[in-house]
């Protein structure tokens, strides 16, 4: 299988290929991917992590019918180093906040999963991260509590806390990160808010 075939058979799913690193290609959820999910049985049937099984259904199948191995960050202890995949690929890097960016999905990433195949690809030129010729970084000053900052690590229990205000509520919670949010390329990536407001809803567990 060549990489226009694995680009082609997860498209149809609502997903793209942010990256690949030797054998291994990472798999993540387009911005129209939601629809698509809304629309699946694990979506419906009212059951614990539904896109973590929706993953492993729809990637599992791609694996066999591919002849790869499927790998899920949601997988362990110990959990695969889906990071350090990530940033091999070249399309991936720290943003000032700390979080990754992605040349295409800017902070609005959604790795699902990552498939190894039996032969590597060839090997792609490093992009340049778009934060480098990001001259206004709104990204640093979004937060409204400075829980992702360039001045100091994730403040989890400052940003968990804002979440639990009207504010948050109304921001954060129903429309996704501020500071993802913010970014020139997650705005251009556009997600549905309903997704973000899902993901925030996991994060708060």
Request: proline residues 9%; glycine residues 8%.
């Amino acid at each position: 299988m060549n990489f226009n075939d694995i680009q082609n058979d997860v498209a149809a799913h609502g997903l793209f290929v942010m990256g690949a690193a030797g054998s291994r290609v990472l798999i993540g959820t387009d911005s129209h991917w939601w629809g698509i999910f809304e629309e699946s049985p694990e979506c419906a049937d009212g059951e614990k992590n539904p896109v973590d099984r929706w993953s492993k259904r729809v990637l599992n199948d791609l694996a066999a019918r591919a002849g790869a191995t499927a790998f899920f960050p949601s997988d362990g202890p110990p959990y695969a180093p889906f990071i350090a995949w990530a940033l091999e690929t070249g399309r991936f890097w720290q943003s000032p906040t700390g979080m990754m960016i992605h040349d295409r999905a800017g902070l609005m990433i959604s790795i699902r999963g990552a498939l190894e195949f039996p032969t590597e690809f060839p090997k792609v030129q490093p992009k340049t991260s778009p934060c480098d010729t990001c001259t206004d970084r709104p990204c640093i000053s979004a937060c409204p509590v400075d829980a992702l900052s360039d001045a100091h690590p994730y403040d989890v229990p400052a940003c968990k806390a804002y979440l639990d205000t009207p504010s948050g509520a109304q921001t954060c919670m129903a429309k996704g990160c501020d500071v993802r949010r913010a970014c020139p390329v997650s705005r251009a990536f556009a997600r549905p808010e309903r997704q973000s407001a899902f993901h925030m809803k996991a994060f708060l567990g």
